[in-house]
């Protein structure tokens, strides 16, 4: 739990902790502010988000969701009423759906990715085709293939820090430091009672939040603003782990359980993920101090309540309108046992964001 605060911590107000993509993005944007500085130019701040990287450690020891869909999913039957009782239908289907790799064997996962950046060369989305093999031994052992494509520019110019579309790049596990084979937090500590995981979330979302009062040096928030990040914390924690293809399916079936008891999350009944597939979704919108926001959602095959994706929108007020930008989404493609892992191209360097 420790670490994934920290995460939120070093990227202001508790936001989701960024893929190493977006990090490096971050990086080469604060030497361009920092280079306009200088020259009396003002750039505006920068932020990046993205998904929460993978947790590889509790994916192997815990056991993996299998996302499926076809004749094989079991139907609930008909719609749910409210989003407490789409999630608590996911968190059924979630806690039955795991997959083991045997010895010598892998999970393989397929996910399409889209990323977002923003600072002072504009708004952009990225699509990113990532692959990941896990072993069902040694951890090391472990591969991720991204394969870059096309660049949405939102607003400004065209981004200079970004990988060319067509861009293939290999991370071995323990390559890149918080890189998209890196433990987000210690999921597996989680107690599989929902009211419990909450609380415990809660907890530590308050005593993050205080701490990181004092290291600001803030002394004059309200209670309000003050609640407004604790429950930013808790939510952007749920939701991290229930994006996360690689969650247990333990722990997803209590992350799904406990968002359920959060009052502010609602239905919407027709999603569509990063893959182009139709799904009922759980909406949540967290609050940011200054009027602006952001919304996450889960999106679930309907009727079998399966977890197919996840996207995000980050709102904010501009000249007295307001306006909506799509953020970070993923959609799990595939997730199934392999025998083999690719061989890395001698030629391959290091990730360009690692």
């Known amino acids: 739990m420790t670490n994934e605060l920290e995460t939120i911590k070093a990227h202001h107000d508790s936001l989701p ?3 190493p993509e977006a990090t490096a993005r971050a990086r080469a944007l604060i030497t361009e502010e920092t280079g306009r500085a200088g020259s009396g130019f003002r750039g505006r701040r920068w932020v990046v988000r993205a998904g929460v990287a993978v947790g590889l450690a509790t994916a192997v020891s815990a056991g993996l969701v299998l996302v499926r869909g076809g004749d094989d999913s079991v139907p609930f039957g008909t719609s749910p009423a409210s989003a407490a009782e789409l999630l608590r239908h996911a968190a059924t289907v979630a806690a039955r759906e795991e997959v083991r790799p045997g010895p010598g064997q892998f999970v393989y996962v397929e996910q399409k990715d889209v990323t977002f950046a923003s600072g002072s060369q504009g708004e952009y989305n990225q699509d990113v085709r990532r692959e990941v093999w896990m072993p069902g031994g040694d951890p090391g052992k472990a591969l991720t293939r991204s394969t870059y494509g096309r660049t949405h520019v939102i607003s400004g110019g065209r981004p200079e820090h970004v990988q060319a579309p067509g861009t293939v790049e290999y991370e071995r596990a323990g390559q890149c430091r918080g890189g998209s084979l890196g433990l987000p937090f210690q999921a597996a500590d989680l107690p599989a009672d929902p009211d419990r995981a909450l609380a415990e979330i809660r907890q530590a ?13 803030e002394t004059n ?5 003050v609640d407004m990040r604790v429950q930013k914390v808790v939510a952007s924690s749920l939701l991290g782990l229930a994006q996360n293809p690689l969650t247990s399916s333990r722990t997803r079936a209590t992350v799904f359980g406990a968002l359920s008891r959060m009052p502010t999350v609602t239905v919407v009944p027709n999603l569509t993920d990063p893959a182009g597939r ?11 101090p200054g009027g602006g926001w952001e919304r996450g959602e889960l999106i679930f095959e309907p009727g079998t309540y399966r977890f197919l994706g996840y996207r995000s929108w980050i709102g904010r007020q501009q000249g007295g309108q307001v306006r909506e930008t799509p953020g970070a989404s993923t959609a799990v493609l595939t997730v199934k046992v392999v025998d083999s892992v690719p061989e890395v191209p001698k030629d391959a360097g290091r990730p360009l964001f690692c």
Do not use: M, Y
Request: hydrophobic share 30%; glycine share 10%.
């Open 221 to 225: 928030l309200s209670r309000n603003e």
């Open 205 to 217: 979302a308050e005593e993050f939040v205080r701490s990181d009062q004092r290291r600001r040096g």
């Open 278 to 288: 139709q799904g009922v979704g759980a909406s949540l919108k967290l609050d940011a």
């Open 17 to 19: 902790a960024p893929s």
